[in-house]
């Protein structure tokens, strides 16, 4: 005689259930642990941690859509939530390309590299790695001005939907960046390095605290005419403007809504045979994401194949509306994040095989730029965009870095930068957001020409 | 029976923990609930319709040498009185770093304080398919051709319900409620992107105050404006290159406001706390009170007390009550955004009241408030007639400023020939750039109260973690002399 077999109650999925007829719907559950240390003056000024578990759920009463959200996860929460997704959708206009929810297989669970030991560090633990920047950059160059963060985050993500779509994936980072800086001196000089890792023991942070350190230039920034100049930009400047392009480029929005600057360049060259960018949320060179927020499981995506475009990214909606298929890269479906779309989040362009001093000898008269500032979409048609160089603007003169240049804003589209790509360098590194939500898994390069448009004073 | 504790219980279950610890200083932060209603529509269709509610708690504690912050949304006394063990925590660890003792101003502070936002219409009770319907409507006059290939009007409300207390005795509640809506149309030929949005870019325009703002706009008769101007934009001539009067729109100024003054005059920055990220300032300490920031016509305010501004509360996040603080007085900068801990660090005894964080899942920082430049007397048509040859500029396209609020650019959807004193020709992408100082000094009149408008920005980022803040900003329209300008 067989024993019934308990199971324990999921209130999560069975909130699913029930509906009536002729609706469906998905949900997500997203738990997430974050701390973060934040340095400055040379000192531990803001210790954060958080641990947030938020519940969205997204309704579709025959093809009218809505959503709603709680980190109210008790019954009463989930029922109160239902209800408002359910509200929504019965007075929401129709999405007549809605193709209903995609089925899947039961339970399932899609593993990618994931750090459980960095996903549970302490407290005292982080604290411990920001004081370890801070004790490499204070030994290189004592009394300089130290700020910067440590983060280190999970997210554990399941997606259950109507049609028997059950999965679940686990993701960590660990991320660090340091400023150092002179700043009696006038004007003041700073150096920067940054680093991000699903495995908190890959992070190196003796290594990022005297990198910046060591990049802070001991001679006075000297001012460069605006202009065209051939640029090496270090790995922490080309993450910008490969973010940057993979939105203006591969948008499933800027796609549907005309506004992408390669919506009539796919399957052209936008740049030479040996540039290949991917969006590779599974890879190890990445901060892995299993599936995306629609539980769609994510696989790589090549956006430029040896220098030719691919096609855009999509989600159920924009998959919908441009006949394409699903690509795994839905956002959260509530606002602000629905409204932003399907964008790749997890670059990877392939390394060369220079050295940062080969990219630099490579260049009779040009700039070494470290990173960039508040860059911004000036023209999305065209793909243009402009930012600001910051901490660590170098002049190089016949092949050498000759001192260090006052910062410029730049002004150009990520066609010409991608284009112009001459050289790349062999050590990649990862650059990713405090919460591991978005990468870039890149190496510096030599760009033949970045327009500068203005200099400022320091 | 179980059952959830009350707002109360949560408050002095976190406080009881922290105190016990033997910090000096607690306070803990309960929002439930922040709730969010995103109604949008696109191209006809529904998009990203939300209805999201939040909750959590926030507990911050200070030992002789640091600041701890803790967040749950798990509002349980269990997960209370362990949130309030993490940031003691933190405190702690992050102390041992600290060589000397951290300061913070002795300020006034609530006891059992009240501020709710007055609303006629309370904004979450307006039927969906009012809001749809007028959404639907005003998004559909946007399509003034096929070259509008996308058009897109939303609505917003959000409030967030309160309770504070702290260790010294500091206790108050609050309900605030905003409000805001507008509309798009993206106009598209060849390579060529035009967008004209209306009362403004990035959401619309916002307010504290209920639905009865949003009955105000006007959207569907501004949709189909946009809708023109969007389509207008493609055949329109490249704005002029080079040094020009420029004289800029209120909404414009409100951003320039926001981004070459707001920041830079945030203590935080100007002493250092957010260089490794947000950045510094190139306001120097020693300059406040004699800095020559702009020319005599500026006048500018952080205005917390305003009736109807994102930046308008009862009290701060830290229990200090709302200020208005004059920050430049004739072109002198003579006052900076400050908190508690940075206030003391400058010397001053007491704090500005203006240290704001996103939700309970963060802890304060120095933000904006209501940060108005104040208006002139000049009308609009009198600003317009002291110009020869010039562009007017309004709505905001594009945004960048370097570290330090000096080098900035900033780019329109729209501008206009300024000839004679009159308005001319629409000219397309409009960029105009230079540096701080040397701008506000170039500044020459001032539009009067009618051309002033008090907006509402719902996007303001800053922190680690990212954090984003709701401020007003106030602005009428102004005139510039000898500006770069160039079309992108």
């Not at chain 1, 360098?425 to 020409?449: F, L």
């Not at chain 2, 949560?10 to 016990?20: D, H, I, K, S």
């Not at chain 2, 570290?403 to 001319?424: A, H, M």
Request: proline share 6%; glycine share 12%.
């Amino acid at each position: 005689m067989s024993r019934p077999v308990r199971r324990s109650r999921d209130p999560f999925a069975e909130a699913l259930g029930g509906l009536g007829e002729g609706r469906s719907a998905d949900a997500r559950r997203v738990r997430t642990r974050g701390i973060t240390i934040r340095f400055a003056n040379g000192r531990i000024h803001q210790p954060h941690f958080d641990e947030l578990t938020h519940v969205s759920f997204r309704v579709a009463d025959g093809c009218r859509l809505g959503t709603a959200t709680t980190s109210d996860t008790s019954d009463r929460g989930l029922a109160l939530v239902r209800e408002s997704a359910l509200g929504l959708a019965r007075v929401a206009p129709v999405e007549p390309k809605f193709l209903g929810f995609p089925a899947g297989g039961g339970p399932s669970v899609v593993r990618v590299p994931f750090s459980e030991l960095t996903a549970s560090l302490s407290p005292e633990a982080v604290t411990k790695l920001a004081e370890r920047v801070l004790a490499a950059a204070e030994e290189v160059l004592p009394g300089s001005r130290i700020a910067g963060a440590v983060n280190v985050g999970q997210e554990e993500l399941r997606v259950v939907n109507s049609a028997g779509l059950d999965r679940r994936s686990r993701s960590s980072v660990a991320q660090a960046s340091v400023l150092v800086d002179v700043p009696e001196k006038d004007p003041p000089v700073s150096g920067w390095s940054e680093g991000a890792h699903w495995d908190g023991a890959r992070l190196d942070p003796e290594r990022l605290g005297r990198e910046a350190a060591e990049r802070v230039a001991r001679s006075e920034p000297k001012s460069v005419p605006p202009g065209a100049y051939r640029v090496v930009l270090r790995g922490s400047a080309l993450s910008d403007v490969l973010a940057f392009f993979a939105h203006l480029g591969f948008s499933g929005h800027g796609e549907e809504e005309g506004w992408s600057c390669l919506r009539r360049r796919r399957g052209a060259r936008i740049a030479p045979e040996f540039v290949t960018v991917t969006d590779d949320p599974r890879s190890q060179h990445t901060i892995p994401q299993g599936i995306d927020y629609e539980g769609t499981a994510t696989r790589r995506t090549a956006l430029v194949d040896h220098g030719i475009a691919g096609p855009a990214v999509t989600d159920l909606l924009t998959a919908g509306r441009l006949r394409r298929e699903l690509t795994g890269h839905a956002p959260p479906p509530e606002a602000p994040w629905g409204e932003f779309g399907p964008s790749p989040a997890h670059l990877v362009l392939n390394a060369g095989d220079a050295s940062e001093n080969e990219l630099v000898r490579e260049t009779r008269r040009g700039l070494l730029v470290t990173r960039f500032h508040y860059v911004r979409v000036v023209d999305p048609g065209r793909g243009v965009i402009t930012g600001m160089t910051r901490d660590g603007t170098y002049r190089i003169e016949r092949g050498e870095v000759v001192g260090p240049a006052r910062n410029l804003r730049f002004t150009e589209s990520v066609l010409t930068i991608l284009r112009g790509l001459e050289l790349l360098g062999r050590e990649r590194r990862i650059y990713s957001d405090e919460a591991g939500g978005s990468s870039v898994t890149t190496p510096s390069a030599a760009v033949r020409s970045l327009r500068f448009t203005s200099a400022t004073l320091f | 029976m179980g059952g959830r504790p009350s707002v109360e219980d949560l408050l002095r279950t976190a406080l009881g923990v922290a105190e016990a610890s033997g910090v000096m200083y607690a306070d803990v932060r309960l929002v439930a609930p922040q709730r969010y209603v995103h109604l949008a529509v696109r191209n006809g269709s529904a998009s990203a319709l939300t209805d999201a509610r939040r909750e959590g708690l926030g507990v911050r504690v200070r030992t002789d040498r640091a600041w701890g912050f803790a967040a749950t949304s798990d509002l349980s006394a269990a997960s209370a009185r362990s949130t309030a063990r993490i940031a003691v925590r933190l405190a702690r660890a992050a102390g041992r770093t600290a060589p000397n003792r951290l300061p913070v101003t002795d300020d006034p502070v609530p006891k059992g304080g009240r501020y709710a936002t007055p609303v006629r219409r309370d904004p979450f009770d307006v039927p969906r398919e009012e809001v749809l319907s007028l959404l639907t409507d005003a998004e559909a006059r946007l399509h003034v051709g096929p070259e509008v290939k996308s058009g897109l009007a939303s609505f917003q409300a959000w409030e967030e319900t309160k309770s504070f207390a702290s260790s010294a005795g500091a206790s108050f509640q609050s309900h605030i409620v905003h409000v805001g809506a507008g509309v798009s149309a993206t106009a598209v030929r060849g390579s060529s992107v035009q967008r004209r949005s209306a009362p403004t870019s990035f959401g619309g325009d916002f307010a504290q105050a209920g639905f009865e703002f949003v009955e105000g706009i006007g959207l569907a008769e501004r949709a189909a404006t946009a809708g023109r101007e969007a389509r207008a934009l493609l055949s329109a001539r490249a704005c002029p290159t080079g040094r020009t009067a420029l004289v800029l729109g209120s909404d414009q100024l409100a951003l320039q406001v926001h981004e070459s003054v707001g920041h830079a005059v945030e203590l935080d920055r100007i002493l250092g706390s957010e260089a490794g990220f947000a950045g510094t300032s190139w306001v120097r300490p020693e300059t406040i009170g004699h800095l020559d920031y702009g020319s005599s016509a500026m006048n500018v305010v952080a205005d917390a007390t305003e009736p109807g501004g994102l930046g308008t509360f009862g009290w701060d996040d830290e229990g200090v009550p709302a200020q208005r603080t004059p920050i430049v007085q004739a072109g002198t900068l003579v006052g900076v955004l400050s908190s508690r801990e940075w206030a003391a660090r400058l010397g001053l005894s007491r704090s500005g009241g203006t240290a704001r964080a996103q939700g309970p899942e963060r802890s304060p920082l120095i933000r904006m408030t209501n940060v108005d430049l104040l208006p002139g007397d000049l009308s609009f048509d009198e600003l317009l007639e002291g110009v020869d040859d010039g562009v007017y500029l309004e709505t905001n396209r594009s945004w960048s400023i370097d570290d330090k609020r000096l080098n900035f650019q900033f780019g329109t959807e729209v501008g206009r020939r300024i000839v004679n004193g009159e308005l001319g020709d629409l000219v397309r992408n409009p960029l105009y750039s230079g540096m701080t100082p040397e701008f506000w000094r170039s500044m020459d009149a001032v539009g009067n109260r009618a051309t002033w408008h008090l907006w509402g920005v719902t996007n303001c980022g800053k922190g680690q973690p990212g954090q984003v803040a709701r401020v007003g900003h106030g602005a009428p329209a102004a005139r510039f002399r000898g500006i770069a300008v160039r079309g992108g």
